[in-house]
Every structure is written in C-alpha cells, then in structure tokens.
C-alpha cells in the first residue's frame, strides 16, 4: 500500500552495482571458500573474477538480517558493460516466457547482444 506522496517501490531480488544487475547464479556467485577454483558467467561465459575469504553477506536477506559469513565471491567482469547488462535481461525474460515463438524472438536479440559484447 502506498500513499500518494510516496512512490511505490518493489523490492528486485538483484543487487545493483552502478546501475547495473548482478544476479546471483548468474553473472555472481558466493561459494563456500576454496572450494571452486573458478567459475563461468552464465550470461557472457567469460570466467569470473574472484574475491578470496570475504566476510560479508550473500544476498539481500543475510544483508539485512546481519548475517555475514566466510565465502569466495565470483563476479563477472563484463557486469558492468550496457550489452551484458541487457543479454541478462534478455535471458531472464527467455526463461519466464512460455511462448515458444517469443523464445526464439528473444534468443535472437540474445545472440545479437553477445556478438556486441564479442566486438567490444
């Protein structure tokens, strides 16, 4: 419920980074340290970046509540470019989508994106 003065505001499951998405599982990881030697992106497959025994949270709710733990975390380096940003869009609304028509619509914007991202 929202009041007239106040905007409404939804709580998006992604963290946000300088106005870009990290996604858990998809372009971020945390994983119990040293126990991945590396990790891929799922958007882009580059390999990820890794951060040794961080201690801090791992998600929205643990950073809340204040529970912080030991973990490895992986992020990809491409994160922070426009075409990476949208080829996550992109996957995500594939993944939510049942028409398989629109699937392939949005696949090739998909691919359209990675090349992009290839040439930069």
């Given at each position: 419920?929202?009041?007239?003065?106040?905007?409404?505001?939804?709580?998006?499951p992604t963290t946000r980074r300088c106005n870009k998405?990290?996604?858990?599982?998809y372009n971020v990881f945390y994983e119990i340290p040293?126990?991945?030697?590396?990790?891929?992106?799922?958007?882009c497959g580059s390999i990820c970046?890794?951060?040794?025994?961080?201690?801090?949270?791992?998600?929205?709710?643990?950073?809340?509540?204040g529970n912080y733990?030991?973990?490895d975390s992986f992020c990809c380096h491409?994160?922070?470019?426009?075409?990476?940003?949208?080829?996550l869009k992109l996957i995500q609304e594939r993944e939510n989508i049942s028409s398989?028509?629109?699937k392939?619509?949005?696949?090739?914007?998909l691919d359209r994106a990675l090349k992009q991202g290839e040439a930069s």
């Amino acid at each position: 419920m929202s009041y007239p003065q106040q905007k409404e505001t939804h709580i998006n499951p992604t963290t946000r980074r300088c106005n870009k998405t990290l996604a858990k599982g998809y372009n971020v990881f945390y994983e119990i340290p040293s126990t991945v030697e590396a990790m891929n992106c799922k958007v882009c497959g580059s390999i990820c970046g890794v951060d040794r025994n961080v201690f801090g949270p791992t998600g929205y709710l643990s950073a809340m509540s204040g529970n912080y733990t030991l973990h490895d975390s992986f992020c990809c380096h491409n994160t922070e470019k426009n075409w990476h940003d949208l080829a996550l869009k992109l996957i995500q609304e594939r993944e939510n989508i049942s028409s398989q028509s629109v699937k392939k619509l949005i696949t090739k914007d998909l691919d359209r994106a990675l090349k992009q991202g290839e040439a930069s």
